[in-house]
């Protein structure tokens, strides 16, 4: 026996060693044909470039139920589609798209991780082994890809991701208390350059920062310090300009992001002066837009620019003012897997000559690529043992958005939010939860418990804390002052609470708590009531009655904000927080159960006189979904 292990040992070591050998001389080989390989002369030639362009895919890996917005409509995704997005469909698209064309590259700009149950349950193994199976050429890392930890998404990259992993404006922290800054610095680089026959295309990867707060502060557990964007970018641009003929910047740091690296920005430095609204002034520093870029091709704000933007380089980047300012084209392409964008450029001498873009819709006119939807098949068989995501528990007679028509309180979000402040082992006084973290919109008709996944993809649970009313009105002043820089479109969903985000001011004003809402003001000596133009006292409340400064309120919020995500430190600070274990979905699930049926609802409704919704007779009996706006978050503009 000793024997026999003695020779399987040597035989174990022989092969390795083979092994070894035979992936050595197969670098020299490439190495060799790199070097030995004639590049076509392509002086003074007009080349045709396509690059194909996917974006925050967000695990949608499986085809899905969707109710398309005009915009989509408008941007060619069919209104009676029975599904769309997909990367089986995907793939189909690329593959026609690469024989359309000599020369072609696929790029993505990050987020391929969180917004489908599949990465709940297999935490992203089936996301990166799609970027292989799509031939992908280069990725930029995402916000949400960090969202199970750096350590797992070193894991998933190590071993599935044959491909350049790309963010130049992270630096990873040599620190050996934690592992993951040494394994993503080994796992990811800062650009690659792209040998297209002959064409060679330089490629610079930024990630985002904003939506990782904890990026901007000493000491966080992910290990990573983040770099200006602008001046990174140069850095890089000047590093590889003279080696490419082509420069693009791979991005996931967001449209205005994307605009303000060629335009250039203001950035604020120290603090200069607190005002009386506590507002700081800061002393500005300049900082000039890049030199050099030739096309960004961007994420992170799910938006698609057709057609794409052109972007003018600034006047410090002309050696001859005499001359026009060089163009920069900035593509985005959607989200969710709904689109493939295809920009097709003519590049001569290293100028951009000229350029078309379409975005590709991926809808279930697209048939399935049969190689890639082999290789999902045991993720789907494996998602559906995991869970019951085709149980069907209830109905949605209309849309319920995510989003306000007013830009303040959702539908959806009312929901959210009340079955955060109701739910038993919660009962707060009043609910808040961040408005992005409730990810898509409730589709009309049958509901089930995959579409939960979706719209709450994060595992974050329902934390409760004692906030006095100073705190309550910091808190929602933050709310207005985010809500101000982003359209003054809420930033925040509430249940058991009214306010007036004043946008003009950046402050919350007519701050009310209670549950009861408030009967609309009929007459001048009516008490309680809610008069919609009254901006101070009892009469401006919606909901209960207008906040004490020194009264305690318990306060139901996600464990996300509540330690400080999104910018929230005046929850992150808090002493009296507790997290209840209970999860934002299963709340949101259990509130729904216990709603009046769908037949219930429409013989309410035929007894007021009011049309009934149509429902099919086998949901009829199912809980009823409906939600609404009621202006418990109203807005100022001036």
Request: glycine share 8%; charged share 25%.
């Amino acid at each position: 026996m000793q024997r026999n292990s003695g020779s399987h040992s040597a035989f174990t070591r022989i092969h390795l060693l083979l092994v070894i050998v035979l992936v050595c001389l197969s670098l020299v080989l490439v190495a060799c044909g790199r070097e030995g390989t004639p590049l076509p002369d392509l002086k003074d030639q007009d080349v045709h470039l396509t690059i194909l362009h996917t974006s925050d895919i967000h695990s949608r890996l499986l085809s899905y139920r969707l109710t398309p917005l005009r915009t989509d409509t408008l941007l060619g995704i069919d209104p009676d589609a029975t599904s769309v997005g997909g990367v089986a469909r995907i793939a189909t698209v690329l593959k026609q798209e690469r024989a359309k064309s000599d020369r072609a590259i696929h790029l993505d700009s990050g987020d391929l991780f969180q917004g489908a149950p599949i990465f709940n349950i297999f935490e992203g193994e089936p996301e990166l082994r799609s970027l292989g199976a799509l031939r992908l050429d280069a990725y930029v890392i995402g916000n949400h890809d960090f969202d199970n930890g750096g350590v797992v998404l070193s894991k998933q990259i190590a071993l599935w991701a044959a491909l350049p992993m790309l963010s130049a404006n992270y630096i990873f922290m040599n620190d050996s208390r934690r592992p993951t800054p040494e394994m993503l610095k080994r796992l990811s680089q800062p650009y690659v350059i792209l040998n297209v026959q002959g064409l060679r295309v330089g490629v610079i990867g930024l990630s985002n920062t904003s939506s990782l707060n904890s990026l901007r502060e000493g000491g966080n557990s992910l290990g990573i310090t983040p770099l200006e964007p602008n001046e990174t970018m140069q850095r890089y641009i000047n590093t590889i300009r003279g080696e490419v003929d082509l420069l693009v910047g791979l991005t996931h740091i967001g449209l205005t992001e994307d605009q303000l690296m060629v335009t250039g920005y203001y950035r604020n430095d120290k603090i200069k002066k607190v005002n009386n609204d506590g507002h700081n002034e800061y002393e500005k520093s300049w900082i000039h837009g890049v030199c050099g870029l030739d096309v960004i091709i961007g994420g992170h704000h799910h938006v698609v620019l057709n057609p794409p933007k052109i972007l003018k380089e600034g006047d410090h980047c002309r050696k001859d003012q005499t001359k026009e300012p060089r163009e920069v084209l900035l593509v985005h392409s959607g989200a969710f897997s709904k689109f493939v964008g295809r920009l097709d450029v003519v590049v001569r001498n290293g100028e951009v000559q000229s350029h078309r873009f379409q975005a590709i819709p991926i809808d279930d006119k697209v048939k399935d690529d049969v190689e890639v939807n082999r290789m999902l098949e045991k993720y789907r068989l494996g998602l559906n043992r995991a869970i019951d995501t085709t149980r069907v528990f209830a109905y949605a007679p209309v849309l319920v958005p995510r989003f306000g028509r007013g830009t303040g309180d959702s539908a959806l979000g009312n929901l959210v939010a009340t079955s955060m402040q109701e739910r038993r082992r919660v009962e707060a006084d009043f609910a808040l939860t961040n408005s992005l973290g409730i990810r898509t919109d409730l589709q009309a008709g049958p509901v089930s418990i995959e579409q939960f996944y979706e719209i709450f993809p994060f595992e974050n649970s329902v934390a409760t804390l004692s906030l006095s009313g100073r705190e309550v009105q910091e808190m929602l002043d933050f709310v207005t002052d985010r809500s101000s820089g982003r359209g003054c479109q809420s930033q925040a969903q509430v249940a058991g609470i009214s306010f007036i985000m004043n946008c003009a001011k950046r402050k919350a004003e007519a701050i009310c708590i209670g549950s009861q809402r408030n009967p609309l003001c009929t007459s001048d000596d009516q008490k309680g009531c809610f008069d919609p133009l009254a901006t101070t006292g009892e009469r401006a409340c919606v909901y209960g009655k207008p906040i004490n400064d020194f009264s305690v309120y318990r306060l139901a919020a996600n464990d996300y904000i509540a330690n400080g995500g999104s910018g929230f430190s005046v929850l992150q600070r808090n002493t009296t927080q507790s997290d209840t274990g209970v999860s934002l979905r299963s709340a949101l699930i259990e509130y729904i159960e216990a709603l009046p049926t769908c037949k219930e609802v429409n013989e309410k409704r035929k007894a007021e006189g009011k049309p009934l919704y149509t429902v099919d007779a086998q949901f009829e009996n199912l809980p009823c979904i409906l939600g609404g706006e009621d202006g418990r978050i109203r807005r100022r503009l001036q």
